[in-house]
């Protein structure tokens, strides 16, 4: 059956850099895309970018250009989401999708919060 | 960039009522648009997509309807596990959100 496993609890300074996994089984990992999408707090979802990893492609939400990067190692199946310059508002859940139009699968999420 | 509202904000039914929840889009989307359903704790879970297509393993009461700008999510008789937030989304777009409580 389809798998997406995240990586655990993050707790962030403000500024520094955060790295989350997601590990993806029980399909081929090139044939379809890999969303993030974040929820803050008692609020709503929220689109950061999509990686295609048949060819590295990339489309990043704008308000967080230059500060994300998305990336997948094809040989294990995981896909990695990179944020820089972490501030108090990028506190939330961090989840992977499976995804071409809709996001069938989802990661467990990822708690990233920032604070000092 | 497209703009999905969806209403009511909240939703108070009792379980064996239906429940009706409303998706308007800013422009045509066709029948490009999904449904998901989140509980506390929980990753969001595919109920619909192409707007009328349920998901693998979702029950026959979930039905959604809808082209273009206006869609509906239909949940025929509310089960006691139906109570969570409900969200639209097409492509990178989502909607803000309707919570359906127990009344």
């Known amino acids: 059956q389809v798998q997406l496993v995240q990586s655990g609890v993050e707790v962030k300074k403000p500024g520094a850099s955060v790295k989350v996994s997601c590990k993806a089984s029980?399909?081929?990992?090139?044939?379809?895309?890999i969303s993030w999408v974040r929820q803050a707090p008692g609020q709503g979802l929220e689109w950061l970018g999509w990686?295609?990893?048949?060819?590295?492609?990339?489309d990043y939400a704008q308000y967080l250009q230059g500060r994300v990067t998305m990336t997948t190692d094809t040989s294990t199946s995981t896909a990695y989401m990179e944020l820089r310059s972490l501030r108090s508002d990028d506190t939330a859940v961090y989840y992977c999708?499976?995804?071409?139009?809709?996001?069938?699968?989802w990661g467990q999420g990822t708690l990233v919060t920032v604070s000092s | 960039e497209i703009v999905l509202t969806q209403s009511p904000a909240t939703l108070s039914l009792s379980p064996g009522e239906r429940a009706t929840l409303s998706c308007r889009a800013s422009q045509s989307v066709s029948t490009y648009l999904a449904w998901y359903q989140q509980k506390p704790g929980q990753a969001p879970r595919l109920l619909i997509y192409d707007a009328s297509k349920r998901a693998t393993g979702i029950p026959v009461r979930f039905r959604g309807s809808g082209s273009g700008t206006d869609f509906t999510l239909t949940i025929s008789s509310l089960e006691p596990e139906d109570f969570a937030v409900y969200y639209c989304q097409q492509r990178s777009n989502f909607g803000q959100g309707t919570r359906l409580e127990i009344k």
């Open positions: 990686i295609r990893p048949h060819n590295g492609n990339t």
């Open positions: 029980g399909y081929t990992f090139t044939t379809y895309g």
């Open positions: 999708a499976r995804s071409l139009t809709t996001y069938d699968h």
